[in-house]
């Protein structure tokens, strides 16, 4: 509890910084900065302008039990993450033409109400996504990347997770089904997403300015999920590869209100490593399965493109003869800037379903998470988002499965 409260208070001071320093002109809490901390005198964007562009940030997530079908209570658990970066442009740095790397240093710490509550036991999503691998410091982004062929050909290799490329998605929702590359969500025991990274590569082609192909290999090693090998940097343990490919078409449509992006994925992986079958125990097959993401603005606020209605569904299927998770899809809808007043706000509200593989249990069948969040833009560096979810089915458990509300905030800044 002492450490509860300790980042709680943190988290409160945060929010009356952002709301109690609207008055002051610059530098340090001026809301208008993009950072907390300021420019540093002007500093921090004379480092940028010769390439380098450092990034320091938090993430913070409360989760408290409002009420349950079948347990009472209502505990409260809070889990965080710093961040740590540095983004090199080494074309202005050393003259390394269309060059740039990435360091990431990450540190996860706190309890998530999902591992805690005698309600939400088996949860197969999260309540705060920001907990787990590994409540530890960990090297998250050690890449180099470069470009070709007048920019069309991106070859980026180094240590880096499926995530950041393939199957990517906002996180703007706390729910684990709600946020970030799904296929990592239910795939979890081979695919690494954030903040777990292992040694990779990536190539890119685009095909035009709005579509793109692109193909990685990624080393699928257990030793990396260890809390004491946040840092490892070897390749001992490695027991195969994950390997993904992907189209990508990111179109401006004029659906009469001006051109409006989106964003259309379509990727399939296959794994070299061996995966225990889960009807006989004693047989290997390798895990695959396939993706779609789509996301699309769908209206301008009064006119501004940055403002306005966007829909996003996703869909993940994986192979049922070695996966606890047959498919999972999500739908949603976010709305930015929904009021004159405020702008820079944003609301959200989505859906999940995942189903379960009854080879594992004939009792599992699928589990349910809705989210609905408001995110208030306090300042250009803080973001805080109040949100309500519910859990149906826990642990997809149709018959018998609990049903829970989960009241939360999701707080992020930027220093």
């Known amino acids: ?28 809490f001026d809301p208008q900065s993009p950072w907390m901390f300021g420019d540093w005198n002007g500093e921090r964007t004379a480092l ?21 079908k079948y347990h009472s209570g209502h ?35 706190g309890r998530s109400l999902s591992q805690r509550s005698e309600a939400l036991a088996g949860h197969l999503s999260s309540t705060q996504e920001i907990w787990g ?16 062929l007048d920019q069309k050909l991106d070859v980026k290799v180094g240590r880096f997770g499926e995530g950041e490329d393939f199957n990517s998605f906002d996180c703007d929702f706390q729910n ?14 081979q695919w690494y997403n954030w903040p777990v990274s292992q040694w990779a590569a990536r190539v890119k082609y685009n095909v035009t300015p709005e579509v793109f192909a692109q193909v990685g290999v990624y080393e699928y090693n257990p030793e990396n999920l260890k809390r004491g090998k946040g840092w490892n940097m070897s390749t001992d343990g490695s027991k195969g590869a994950i390997i993904p490919l992907e189209v990508v078409w990111q179109p401006k449509l004029d659906l009469g209100q001006g051109a409006l992006p989106g964003e259309y994925r379509a990727g399939y992986y296959y794994s070299t490593a061996d995966a225990e079958e889960i009807k006989n125990k004693t047989e290997t097959d390798h895990k ?35 996966n606890s998770v047959k498919n999972m899809q999500n ?12 702008p820079k706000d944003d609301i959200g509200v989505g859906l999940a379903r995942i189903e379960a593989n009854d080879d594992v249990n004939k009792n599992l069948d699928s589990e349910y998470n809705a989210e609905i969040y408001y ?13 309500i979810q519910y859990v149906r089915n826990v642990g997809a458990y149709d018959h018998r499965g609990e049903n829970v509300w989960v009241g939360g905030i999701k707080l992020v800044t930027a220093f």
């Open 331 to 342: 739908i949603g809808l976010v709305y930015k800037g929904p009021f004159d007043a405020r």
């Open 288 to 322: 695959q399965g396939g993706w779609i993401v789509l996301k699309q603005q769908l209206t301008a606020h009064k006119g501004d493109v940055n403002r306005g209605l966007t829909g996003f569904i996703n869909v993940t299927v994986h192979d049922s003869k070695t």
């Open 1 to 28: 509890m002492k450490d509860l409260r300790s980042r709680l208070n943190l988290c409160i001071s945060l929010v009356l910084l952002g709301c109690g320093t609207q008055t002051n002109a610059a530098g340090a």
């Open 176 to 189: 684990l089904a709600l946020c970030g590359s799904q296929v990592g969500n239910w795939v979890g025991d």
């Open 48 to 68: 940028q302008q010769k390439g380098y562009d450092f990034n320091f940030g938090y993430t913070g997530e409360l989760a408290n039990q409002w009420d349950a």
């Open 133 to 148: 691998r590994g409540q530890t410091w960990r090297l998250t982004d050690f890449w180099i990347k470069k470009k070709f």
């Open 375 to 387: 995110g208030v833009h306090a300042t250009n560096w803080l973001t805080v988002r109040p949100n």
């Open 75 to 109: 505990p409260t658990q809070y889990a965080d993450q710093f961040v740590l970066g540095a983004h090199l442009d080494l074309e202005k740095i050393a003259g390394w033409k269309d060059t740039e790397a990435q360091i990431t240093v990450t540190e996860r710490n």
